[in-house]
Nanobody, 122 residues
Framework: QVQLVESGGGLVQVGDSLRLSCAAS????????MGWFRQASGKERELVAA???????YYADSVKGRFTISRDGAKNTVYLQMNSLKPEDTAVYYC????????????????WGQGTQVTVSS
């Protein structure tokens, strides 16, 4: 069992930065691929970035060059550094976990956090 707790969301201006954190419980954190998804109002949940247990990363085209995902095994935490934020980045951001390999499909993740709101104001 893995429990995920996100933090770091908030209201920012266009061009600002935010860093989201996802703290995971359990001693098998290193065995999980971690994903950051987002869901805007009225839209489907989409994968923003993910990192495999081995450290390989994936980014959606819409965030490449602006967002960076990383993980700290000592702290059982995965981060999403978001720079040059745009109004279209406004959404609830969720952290999710699945064994080893990343997937773009939300249904393939076993564990989810409660979500954290990110609002980018113009």
């Amino acid at each position: 069992q893995v429990q995920l707790v996100e933090s770091g969301g908030g209201l920012v201006q266009v061009g600002d930065s935010l860093r989201l954190s996802c703290a995971a419980s359990g001693r098998t954190f290193s065995s999980y691929a971690m994903g950051w998804f987002r869901q805007a109002s009225g839209k489907e949940r989409e994968l923003v970035a993910a990192i495999s247990s081995g450290g390989s990363t994936y980014y959606a085209d819409s965030v490449k060059g602006r967002f960076t995902i990383s993980r700290d095994g000592a702290k059982n935490t995965v981060y999403l550094q978001m720079n040059s934020l745009k109004p279209e980045d406004t959404a609830v951001y969720y952290c999710a976990a699945r064994p080893f390999i990343v997937s773009r499909l939300p249904g393939e993740y076993d564990y989810w956090g409660q979500g954290t709101q990110v609002t980018v104001s113009s």
